[in-house]
């Protein structure tokens, strides 16, 4: 039919056409005559994290593209909030996987269980073991800052030198105060720095000072640091200015920390290397004192290797290479030490400026009430505040409450994520059965609607990180078992045969049975 009706007489055809009326509503008014009423399409910049949980489409994010590219953060930073056995850690050990393909340098500054030491091995890089017996750090080696610094040169490898003073001296200060659990005093950094200038100038070039120097040159007393102690030639005002100190780094040698920090560097960071872990699982849950040692240890070492590349690429001596921390289970390094604290609240602040994006993974915001001080408690809740993404797993709906005066969640939200956190009904049988929350997020950004996403991970993720191999039956071990099992049975089998075959019950007795029915016949 034409426009303006049929041509001819009752044709109805009309000379002017009225336009169609027009309304105007809101998105809520007139939902069901909005074409666009579920939102914006899914976000597709970053590693491929898993499909959106009502529409199916893919969705993409991580902290270094949402904040290099897509220009959807202000900070490059992911803090994760979620219950046990959710995925927390499986999404990001994606993440980590995805950007050490795009040639970003992924670090696990102290690997608590081990949930990232495999994948690094499978990406090629480095994993270094820390413990009792298993591998120490010298907290006073330059490491590859003062490569860089000899490497560049010059006033800019003179600043990096200053640079590298301060921080050996920040890290003996962090264990001490570890030791005696209070700071040290200032005049006590001012000898332990005069120490440490004093044993750069007389040590040969390709030796290591070592703790035990430091010991050695507080018991002899040089000028140099005699003249920061005021002294004035008495040398019991000597000791009694060096004696604490002096005692101190015994505890640290011959107390808790064992030898661990008295020792050369037992592995360096490979700068070059395309992902690095540091391996702190074999301390015991209990050693709280080693656990922050070598967890500061760790992130002096590791944020001096990122500072070092920084160096060089300032330089124009090496390209420019970005890094990605995780610091997985939050709550126990921040138990842990207030130093460690201290050093994730910097990283929190300056992270744009270092050129690292860093993800921090935790279980409730209740975690941060646990620290010894209010001034703790108010920079680890600042974490949060700062983070550029939030993703939540399963959560009490408590403490979505307590979350969303935080970082804004709506009722749905709030209802959506608090349903994750329910276990599976009584009645599921299977040894493969899951938590209905388990793989499903929820991501946050500034006040925009969260992103809803559900994860499947693949056979070689799923090899790569299991965290329950400890409720997991090592199959070696049962093959070995059944083999053994097997080899007796077969030893009994051919024993017997030698002695002579028995007869079944109710037959004919065998020639060596002696007429012994009871016994059967191999």
């Not at 010298?138 to 800052?145: C, E, F, H, R, S």
């Amino acid at each position: 039919m034409p426009p303006r009706g049929w041509y001819g007489p009752g044709g109805g055809r009309v000379g002017y056409l009225d336009p169609p009326t027009m309304w105007r509503a809101t998105t809520v008014q007139a939902c069901g005559m909005w074409p666009f009423a579920a939102g914006s399409g899914s976000p597709m910049t970053g590693v491929p994290l898993g499909q959106h949980l009502f529409t199916g489409a893919t969705v993409c994010g991580d902290p270094l593209n949402w904040f290099t590219r897509a220009r959807y953060i202000s900070n490059p930073s992911l803090f994760m909030l979620g219950m046990p056995g959710l995925g927390k850690s499986t999404l990001v050990n994606r993440m980590l996987i995805g950007l050490s393909a795009t040639g970003v340098v992924p670090l696990v500054l102290g690997d608590l269980k081990p949930d990232y030491a495999d994948t690094v091995r499978a990406l090629g890089g480095q994993v270094i073991s820390i413990g009792r017996g298993r591998g120490g750090i010298n907290v006073l080696d330059p490491g590859a800052m003062g490569a860089a610094a000899a490497r560049i040169g010059g006033e800019a490898g003179e600043v990096l030198k200053a640079e590298t003073h301060g921080r050996v001296l920040n890290m003996v200060a962090a264990l001490i105060t570890i030791v005696r659990g209070r700071p040290m005093d200032d005049h006590e950094q001012s000898v332990l720095s005069a120490v440490l200038h004093h044993l750069r100038e007389r040590t040969p070039r390709g030796r290591t000072v070592l703790l035990p120097d430091v010991l050695r040159v507080l018991a002899e007393g040089p000028d140099r640091v005699r003249a920061v102690t005021l002294d004035r030639g008495d040398d019991a005002r000597y000791r009694d200015a060096v004696d604490p100190l002096h005692r101190s780094l015994l505890g640290i040698l011959d107390g808790p920390l064992g030898d661990t920090f008295a020792s050369e560097t037992s592995t360096r960071i490979d700068p070059a290397a395309p992902a690095v872990c540091i391996d702190i699982s074999g301390i015991g849950e209990a050693d709280t004192q080693l656990t922050a040692a070598a967890m500061l240890a760790a992130w002096s070492d590791g944020l001096g290797t990122v500072a070092a590349s920084h160096a060089l690429a300032d330089a124009g001596l090496e390209p420019r290479r970005w890094f990605f921390t995780v610091l997985d289970e939050l709550w126990r390094p921040l138990r842990a030490a207030s130093g460690i604290v201290d050093r994730i609240d910097a990283l929190t602040r300056l992270n744009r400026s270092l050129g690292l994006g860093d993800a921090k993974i935790t279980h409730t915001l209740k975690d941060a009430e646990a620290l010894g001080t209010d001034a703790d408690r108010a920079k680890a809740r600042g974490f949060v505040e700062r983070a550029g993404m939030v993703v939540c797993a399963g959560l009490p709906k408590a403490e979505m409450e307590d979350l969303g005066k935080v970082v804004g969640l709506s009722r749905r939200e709030i209802e959506l994520v608090s349903s994750w956190s329910s276990p599976p009904g009584w009645g599921v049988s299977g040894e493969h059965e899951e938590p209905p929350g388990r793989g499903r997020f929820l991501i946050k950004v500034g006040g925009r609607p969260g992103i809803p996403i559900k994860v499947a991970i693949t056979d070689a993720e799923r090899r790569l990180h299991d965290t329950n191999t400890r409720w997991t039956p090592n199959e070696q071990t049962v093959e070995r078992a059944v083999e053994q099992e097997l080899a007796h049975t077969a030893a009994r089998v051919a024993r017997a045969a030698r002695e002579g075959a028995y007869a079944l019950p109710g037959g004919p007795a065998g020639p060596a049975a002696g007429g012994d029915a009871g016994r059967w016949t191999s």
